[in-house]
């Protein structure tokens, strides 16, 4: 399984734009990148996902290196209900992929 | 917007007591799941299903069971709790073929004392 590392936490201000790192040095071809975040308290809500080319939704974007060991998402203009835990998965598509879950990063918007 | 529903939001319960968790989703999917999630911690899959009358154990060990009698819903059960269950539980459920893609209710925060 390929392992994820993000900072731990990370601090933004309102309005400006989030840009969270994840460095996924081991992904496998197969293997898709997932962005996931949750607000305090609540079940996580999935953001995100992409193999290698960049993608764009309504909720953020994904930048993926070129050589797909490291990707980052960012989310253009942050507000204060962006504050949340910022999870980075790389799992194969088939959901018989069981995800897992790491420590994230904690994200905070400030006024 | 996901259509996953836990109940109950919190529960606060004695030792030795028997208490479900109940999770439906109007959405469908084949496949549900439980989490288990410590204050600040990683999430932990402790159960899944792959359909109807498909349950099987997660990663981490866990005393209570499930069962998947229906599509839609995929209830957990603790016979007997104990301080040590004191947790959030978290369901949610996918489609096959949606790209892995996991959608979750809100959680059940759970107190035994």
């Known amino acids: 399984d390929a392992k994820t590392t993000q900072p731990p936490s990370m601090d933004c201000a309102e309005g400006r734009a989030a840009n969270l790192p994840c460095n996924h040095s081991t992904i496998s071809g197969n293997e898709y990148v997932y962005w996931y975040r949750q607000i305090h308290s609540q079940g996580p809500q999935y953001i995100i996902h992409?193999?290698?080319?960049?993608e764009t939704n309504e909720m953020a974007s994904l930048i993926i290196t070129e050589d797909r060991k490291s990707s980052t998402l960012i989310l253009p203009h942050a507000t204060l209900r962006d504050t949340a835990v910022y999870y980075c998965i790389v799992r194969p598509p088939g959901s018989n992929y069981q995800l897992i879950w790491g420590a994230g990063t904690k994200l905070i918007i400030k006024p | 917007e996901a259509d996953i529903y836990q109940t109950p939001r919190y529960l606060v319960i004695g030792t030795g007591k028997k208490i479900t968790l109940e999770c439906s989703q109007t959405?469908?999917?084949?496949?549900m799941y439980w989490y288990q999630q410590d204050p600040g911690m990683e999430l932990h899959l402790i159960h899944y299903s792959y359909g109807v009358n498909s349950t099987e154990k997660g990663d981490l060990s866990s005393e209570s069971t499930v069962s998947r009698i229906r599509t839609e819903h995929f209830p957990l059960t603790l016979e007997s709790a104990r301080p040590s269950h004191t947790s959030q539980y978290l369901c949610?459920?996918?489609?096959?073929?949606?790209?892995?893609?996991?959608?979750f209710g809100a959680g059940t925060r759970l107190s035994v004392l």
């Open positions: 959405m469908g999917h084949d496949k």
């Open positions: 949610a459920s996918s489609a096959t073929g949606d790209k892995n893609i996991q959608y």
């Open positions: 992409g193999l290698k080319n960049n």
